[in-house]
């Protein structure tokens, strides 16, 4: 979908700057409209509107509330989902010596070299296709591995030690694309926040308009909250943008220790 793209390209200093624009121009709109309704009906006409205010704001309240928890449920996954693989890598390290000795060898270096495959600085590094495609070569060769054990009929008992790891490394492998790179707030879910927010931004300057309140001040401190509340779920929604970031630290530290490892045996 258009939308779901959209919003997820945009650059989050322009979702900000836009985000304080649209507030200011909304309740710059409702206080022209309250203006013009005290201009054309009498004073005692004023309209009671705060019940609608607090309708409006208590449901753009409830939708910022969701959006929220969806986009941080999702990091609190992404940072489970890096320490379930960095464990993965180190037990299925530790386990190939369940398998034949050449293998074990062979399957100890190739671990080697996928925890420095996987660990990437998010600030600095771009994941590619082909990191991701040398990921899967990776694991292919370590299922390889299995498969000719199995072929040979090798012991089941030590076989399975070496298995589970390994399919663990596969499964967090594809939970962490799917997770990090492809879930993210459905763009009508986008569309429905700033609807609800112009909505709401609308009444509050209506309402200004009609009690010859506010101030600009105000106006843009309401602006730049909302902002900042929608910047902040916009970043939690990318896995490898902005300042919330999952550290990829424990990635690094395990491939140092593979590292070490290697070098005393």
């Not at 960095?86 to 399957?107: C, D, Q, S």
């Not at 996928?114 to 990437?120: D, H, K, N, P, Q």
């Not at 390994?166 to 009508?188: A, K, Q």
């Not at 609800?196 to 600009?216: D, E, N, P």
């Amino acid at each position: 979908m258009f939308a779901d793209d959209f919003f997820h390209s945009v650059p989050l200093a322009a979702i900000y700057i836009f985000t304080v624009f649209f507030v200011v121009g909304s309740l710059a709109a409702g206080l022209w409209f309250g203006n013009r309704y005290i201009r054309t009906h009498a004073p005692e006409k004023e309209p009671s509107i705060g019940s609608a205010v607090t309708a409006t704001l208590g449901l753009l309240a409830f939708l910022l509330a969701f959006t929220f928890n969806m986009t941080a449920d999702r990091y609190n996954q992404r940072k489970a989902l890096l320490l379930d693989e960095v464990n993965a890598i180190h037990t299925a390290y530790l386990h190939a010596g369940f398998l034949e000795p050449g293998a074990a060898r062979e399957a100890q270096k190739l671990l080697i070299e996928y925890a420095e495959l996987r660990y990437f600085n998010p600030r600095k590094d771009e994941i590619t296709p082909e990191g991701l495609a040398e990921s899967v070569i990776i694991q292919d060769k370590l299922w390889s591995m299995v498969e000719e054990h199995v072929a040979t009929s090798y012991q089941g008992a030590y076989l399975r030690h070496f298995v589970e790891p390994i399919t663990d490394i596969i499964n967090s492998h594809n939970s962490r694309i799917v997770i990090g790179l492809e879930y993210r707030i459905p763009g009508p879910i986008w569309l429905t926040l700033y609807f609800l927010t112009a909505l709401a931004m609308l009444t509050i300057g209506f309402q200004f308009g009609v009690s010859r309140a506010g101030s600009k001040q105000l106006a843009v401190t309401l602006a730049l909250t909302f902002a900042t509340v929608i910047l902040l779920i916009a970043d939690l929604d990318r896995a490898t943008e902005g300042v919330i970031i999952v550290d990829q630290t424990p990635m690094a530290e395990m491939a140092l220790i593979l590292q070490e490892a290697e070098k005393n045996k």
